[in-house]
């Protein structure tokens, strides 16, 4: 039975008309045509799902949307503002830090968390942030120089 769910997707109020127990990432692709956050495993276990509830990075995979009622979703879509990407998905960009792409959005989810936390953070701590994340093209080290990179950005603006 289809319920109305009232929460914040990307900054903009949302009413969701959906079974309670669908799951987030189903009713982000299916009811919202938010594509940028994709299914992998469904078992919470590969990132590719990956969003921010409430500002912590979440697996939207098997999270029932009914749970949401009242919080705070932002998805990679939700990163970019007025049309730019973030100097995170910029600083991607200009690693070339990705081949298959598949994985990226909830990376790229991962690394919004850890930057807003500390915007200068060691090699070691972005490994440890991006660790839930199951990635096999190859660019970990691209990866982590854009992490690097949009810290270094973030951390000089005003």
């Known amino acids: 039975m289809a319920e109305s769910i009232k929460l914040t997707i990307n900054g903009h109020p949302v009413s969701v008309a959906a079974d309670g127990t669908m799951p987030l990432l189903s009713v982000l692709r299916e009811e919202l045509?938010?594509?940028?956050?994709?299914?992998?495993?469904?078992?919470?276990?590969?990132?590719?799902?990956?969003?921010?509830?409430?500002?912590?990075?979440?697996?939207?995979?098997?999270?029932?949307?009914?749970?949401?009622?009242?919080?705070?979703?932002?998805?990679?879509?939700?990163?970019?503002?007025?049309?730019?990407?973030?100097?995170?998905?910029?600083?991607?960009?200009?690693?070339?830090?990705?081949?298959?792409?598949?994985c990226l959005s909830g990376i790229l989810i991962s690394a919004a968390a850890l930057l807003a936390r500390n915007p200068r953070p060691s090699r070691s701590e972005i490994a440890a942030a991006l660790d839930r994340h199951l990635c096999r093209c190859g660019v970990h080290n691209r990866i982590m120089r854009a992490v690097a990179r949009a810290g270094a950005s973030i951390g000089a603006l005003p």
């Not at 045509?33 to 969003?51: D, H, I, Y």
């Not at 009622?69 to 049309?83: D, N």
């Open 33 to 102: 045509n938010l594509r940028g956050s994709k299914f992998g495993c469904g078992t919470e276990q590969c990132g590719a799902c990956m969003v921010l509830i409430d500002d912590e990075p979440s697996f939207s995979c098997a999270r029932p949307i009914e749970s949401l009622a009242g919080k705070r979703v932002t998805t990679v879509e939700g990163l970019a503002s007025g049309g730019s990407l973030s100097p995170l998905q910029q600083a991607f960009v200009d690693e070339q830090a990705g081949q298959c792409g598949y």
